[in-house]
């Protein structure tokens, strides 16, 4: 695990000592919109027009930033315009890789050994942190945009005159609710559990534990009220809690120590994420292997031994009632 500086790699794990143990996450730098017609979107530069067979994605089936992208791309039947190229599961000296051994598609597009070499490709000088999923463009050999969520509304709203393919997940009327749920759950869940797990002082590992499962309290009971987060209608807000959610038993709960209380311990929780897990094709985009191998084989520094826990066997197409 590293990054590039000046697009040579270094080795290196998150630094948490500047923050009093806790882990920041950093923003993601490239910010290109591909749009319907290719005029520049709502940050960086314009050119990205909506082609078939023009752009790829480069994800982890691990990773819940990158499952996002696969679920959309899904959604939106996009499958026969974006290609898409995956990562082996485990992330260690030289960050994510295409070692087909270990579970990598391979790089479909330039047989790259590792991501940071898709980085470089884009800019030779590249520094930062080399991330997944990474939306790249074929036909101007860069990175378009690699901050999952800006890709999904990509997906969400600009091939639609390709596709033919009207869903909406982020509709007009219900942005405010939707942006505002987007916030709480990113802040206090999605990134949550990684601020619990990357802690590396008590107290700010004990601050993100609470603020996790006070946030899933009220999502239990606002899910108890709602079939889905701002309603009766599904948006990208159920999307992006949902790949956290559906990670939280097999992977959070222990190697994350978020162990106040499994997910299947809370019934509305627990059969909103069984509904969306069956909701159809989304259940193609979930690799129990991938996700816990990478955790448990790839954060040595929690996990020393590397060994990957064979539990816990939970039933996510058991019927889940919320009709
Ligand atoms: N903001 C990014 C975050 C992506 C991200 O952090 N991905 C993780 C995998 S789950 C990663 O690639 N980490 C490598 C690193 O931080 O060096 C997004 O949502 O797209």
Known sequence: MGLLIKGQWQDRWYDTDKSGGEFEREGAQLRNWITADGAAGPSGEGGFPAEKGRYHLFVSLAC??????LIFRKLKKLEDVIGVSVVSPYMLEHGWTFNKDEGSSGDDLYGSEFLHQIYTRHRADYSGRVTVPVLWDREREC????????IIRMFNSAFDDLTGDGQDFYPQELRGDIDATNELVYQNVNNGVYRAGFATSREAYEAAYHRLFETLEKLEQRLGNNRYLTGARITEADWRLF???IRF?????GHFKCNKQRLADYPNLWGYVRELYQWPGVAETVDFHHIKTHYYASHKHINPTGI???GPELDYAAPHGRG
């Open 64 to 69: 819940p930033w990158a499952q996002r992208t």
């Open 308 to 310: 990957v826990p064979l």
């Open 243 to 245: 790949t956290t959610l």
């Open 143 to 150: 990175i378009v945009n690699n901050e999952s969520a800006e």
């Open 249 to 253: 038993d097999a992977v959070y709960h």
